[in-house]
């Protein structure tokens, strides 16, 4: 059973957005969201308790309070979501942590946009990709995001979350950006926030600040992705060609 500890009250939101940001290839998701909750003053709502996830207590430098290392942010004037999460989450506890979830989502009626890293050794700025489950096709052709160019998969906690949707024919949408294979990316995850979250979510955000910022997160960030490569590739959020698996 999904379990939601709310902080506060009840959200007030008519059709919802939820952006996840799970670690995975190059932090993509996880530094867009970050960014997303920061940029648009997003309110703590609830932590994340499901079997599986780490047991352990997250604080911030300059603040006393600790919370769970998997958290739900919201936002009632932009009718969003988000999932924050600062921990990575290993490959026994993929599917339960992904079921737990993907009920919670349902429950909200939200419509779920998911983030993922295509490995690319790139020198231009990177290319952004779309797909979905149910029926959300129909909002990556509204908002020109293109289709990929070749067949792929999406592993990690980020697959396990398509993967349900897909089962459950649940409305998703999943955005790939090509993004670092080794170290965190802020301009890919500026790119998922520019040319992805914001025309699907209806959202103005800022990105200037996370380019003029690149260095340093990928400073501070360069530790945790170190800790994503240790526990494996399979067990990390990262679109990869269908043809690796063949």
Known sequence: MAQICLQDSAADLEEPTLIEGFPGLGLVGKIATDHLVR??????????????????????????????PVRIYVSEEHDLFALQSDAPIRSEAVGTV???VTKWIAAQEATPIYLSGLPSEREERPDIYGIAT???????ETHD?????????????????????????????????????????????????????????????????????????????????????QIGQEESSQAQPLRMYQ
């Open 145 to 229: 995001i293109p289709v990929p160019p070749e067949d792929g998969v999406i592993t990690g906690p980020t697959g396990a979350l398509i993967n349900r949707a897909a089962h459950r024919d649940l409305d998703s949408v999943g955005l790939v950006v090509e993004s670092s294979p080794q170290f965190p990316d802020p301009e890919a995850a500026s790119v998922l926030l520019e040319e992805g979250i914001a025309p699907i979510a209806d959202l103005e955000i800022d990105v200037q600040d996370l380019l003029d910022r690149a260095e340093e997160i990928t400073e501070k960030r360069e530790q945790f992705a170190q800790q994503m490569q």
């Open 134 to 140: 149910g029926d959300a096709g129909e909002t990556l």
């Open 98 to 100: 992904a079921d737990c």
């Open 39 to 68: 940029e648009l003053d997003m309110r703590y709502y609830a932590g994340v308790d499901c079997e599986g996830l780490p047991r352990i207590g997250v604080y911030r430098g300059g603040d006393r309070t600790a919370r769970p």
